[in-house]
């Protein structure tokens, strides 16, 4: 941990703006910025973040982070947005026993109930998939709806971030 240098933000952030300037970019951005970093991050700003890359699916549903970021302006983009089980910890998104269910009831996918919810959430997503039909599937949110009890039963369950992974360094303020 000795090595790890603190972030310069300003400056960093400056020649970010910079680039957009230059026409290098057209828009810039963060990933995994909680509120407390944002507000600190829109105190020096002159251009503010487009967009804001952060966890979140059924499982890790980020709502003080996207009232925050829909107040600013800041679009706010989900990573892991079907977080798949594994070794990661319990109540994964796409496995959850709720979502399973609202997915029977409906007559679609796990997954395309995980997408569709987050598309009513207001953010935009990045589902990864290798698999052809899969991505096709993925796509295929858009001509549907989830019903507001089906949000009702989302909200209700248990919340916890994707757990670092044990090769992943243990930044203690990763997600301050
Ligand atoms: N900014 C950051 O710090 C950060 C951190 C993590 C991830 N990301 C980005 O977020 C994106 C996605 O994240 P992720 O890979 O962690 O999670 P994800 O998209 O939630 O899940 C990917 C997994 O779900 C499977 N899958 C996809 N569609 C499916 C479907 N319809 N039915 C069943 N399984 C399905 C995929 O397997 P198959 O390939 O076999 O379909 C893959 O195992 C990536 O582009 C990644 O780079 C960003």
């Given amino acids: 941990m000795e090595d ?18 230059l026409g ?23 251009i503010a973040p487009a967009v804001n890359q952060v966890e979140m699916n059924a499982a890790w549903q980020q709502k003080e982070l996207v009232r925050f970021c829909k107040e600013k302006g800041i679009a706010v983009t989900a990573f892991s947005p079907l977080r798949k089980g594994g070794s990661r910890g319990p109540n994964e998104a796409m496995e959850n026993d709720v979502v399973k269910e609202i997915a029977e009831e409906r007559g679609k996918s796990a997954a395309q109930v995980c997408l569709r919810w987050l598309y009513e959430e207001g953010v935009t997503f990045v589902p990864k998939s290798y698999n052809k039909e899969r991505m096709t599937q993925n796509l295929q949110i858009f001509d549907w709806s989830l019903k507001e009890e089906d949000h009702k039963k989302i909200s209700q369950i248990n919340q916890h971030r994707l757990l670092p992974g044990p090769t992943k360094p243990q930044i203690p303020d990763l997600y301050d």
């Fill in 24 to 46: 290098l970019t057209r828009a810039i951005g963060v990933s995994n910025f909680s509120v407390k970093k944002l507000q600190n991050l829109l105190s020096f700003t002159t």
């Fill in 4 to 21: 790890v240098m603190p972030l310069d933000l300003k400056g960093v952030w400056a020649a970010m703006e910079e680039c957009q300037r």
